[in-house]
C-alpha cells in the first residue's frame, strides 16, 4: 500500500545522506514528500538524481522550513553534529525525529540540545536496505513519542511507514535498548567473532552452519563504528556481553568436565 489519499505531505530534511537515509528517502518521494538533506560528504549529483534539494551551508539548510528534521547521522557522530547545529536559524517549531539503533542516548540528547518548543520523536526502522528492498510490508518500526505538541506532522511523519504496511510498535526508549541488546548486539557480537575467526562456507556444511556464515556476511557488511556505537551507547549491551562471555566459559568449563570424565573411564 502506497500513501493514503488523507497523509499530509511533509518537508523533510535530512541531515546524513548515507545508504540508509537514501532508501528510506525513495520511498518518501514515491508518497510525495518534499526531502532536502545535507551531509558531511557531498552528495550534490546524487540528490539532483533523485529529486532531492541538497545544501552544503547548515544555515540554508535549517532555514529551508522544514516540517521535520530527520538525524541520520551515525551514532558515533550524532552528539557532535546536533551540538553543532545553528538551531536559531530555525524558523518555526520543528519535529525532530531520529532513526538510530540505540534509543536512550539520542533521546537524552535531543532533549539536551533541541530548543523547548521543538517536537522529539525517537523511532527505530527495523530493516534496510537489503531486508526492505521488496517493499516494507510486516516488518518492524518502533517509535516512542518522548516530546509532541503537533501531533498532525507527528502522524504525518509515522503513516510514512505505516502505510507501506509496517508492524508500527510503540515503547519506550528504555525498552527498545534492552530488547535491542538481545537480539541487534548480540547478532553483531556472533557475527563478529565468526569474521574474527575467518569462518568461511566448506563442503559439507550443514543448514545451520550455513546460516551462521549468514550471520557472518551480514553484520560484517555493517562499518565497526555501528557496532561499536551499539556497544558504547546502549547501556544494557555491557550487561549483554558478560553474559556471552560467561556463557562461553561455562560450556568451556562443562566441555572440559565432560573430556576428563572419558578420560578417567578408559
Not at 253 to 260: G, V, Y
Request: some cysteine; aromatic content about 8%; charged content about 25%.
Amino acid at each position: 500500500m502506497s500513501s493514503s489519499s488523507s497523509q499530509n505531505y511533509l518537508k523533510i530534511g535530512i541531515i546524513g545522506f548515507g545508504p540508509f537515509a537514501q532508501f528510506l528517502v525513495k520511498t518518501m518521494i514515491k508518497q510525495g514528500h518534499s526531502i532536502r538533506a545535507t551531509s558531511r560528504s557531498d552528495y550534490t549529483d546524487l540528490c539532483t538524481q533523485l529529486g532531492v534539494s541538497f545544501f552544503r551551508d547548515m544555515n540554508q539548510f535549517l532555514e529551508s522550513n522544514n516540517d521535520v528534521i530527520l538525524l541520520s547521522t551515525s551514532i558515533l557522530s550524532l552528539s557532535q553534529v546536533i551540538k553543532s547545529l545553528p538551531l536559531n536559524c530555525l524558523r518555526k517549531p520543528t519535529l525532530f525525529v531520529d532513526v538510530l539503533s540505540v534509543k536512550e542516548y539520542p533521546r537524552d540528547l535531543m532533549l539536551q540540545v533541541l530548543p523547548g518548543d521543538s517536537d522529539v520523536l525517537c523511532t527505530h526502522p527495523m530493516f534496510g536496505p537489503e531486508s526492505g528492498r521488496h517493499g516494507w510490508k510486516d516488518l518492524s518500526f518502533m517509535y516512542d513519542k518522548v516530546r509532541i505538541t503537533n501531533e498532525a506532522t507527528c502522524s504525518s511523519f509515522l503513516q510514512i511507514f505505516a502505510s507501506e504496511g509496517c508492524k508500527m510498535m510503540e515503547m519506550s526508549c528504555e525498552e527498545h535498548d534492552k530488547l535491542a541488546a538481545r537480539s541487534q548486539f548480540l547478532t553483531h557480537t556472533i557475527g563478529r567473532v565468526l569474521a574474527e575467526m575467518k569462518v568461511e562456507p566448506t563442503p559439507i556444511d550443514t543448514k545451520g552452519f550455513q546460516k551462521l556464515v549468514e550471520v557472518k556476511e551480514s553484520t560484517s557488511r555493517d562499518s565497526f563504528d555501528l557496532f561499536s556505537g551499539l556497544f558504547v551507547h546502549n547501556r544494557f549491551a555491557k550487561q549483554q556481553l558478560r553474559e556471552v562471555e560467561l556463557a562461553f566459559e561455562t560450556i568451556k568449563q562443562e566441555l572440559l568436565k565432560r573430556m576428563n570424565e572419558e578420560l578417567e573411564q578408559s
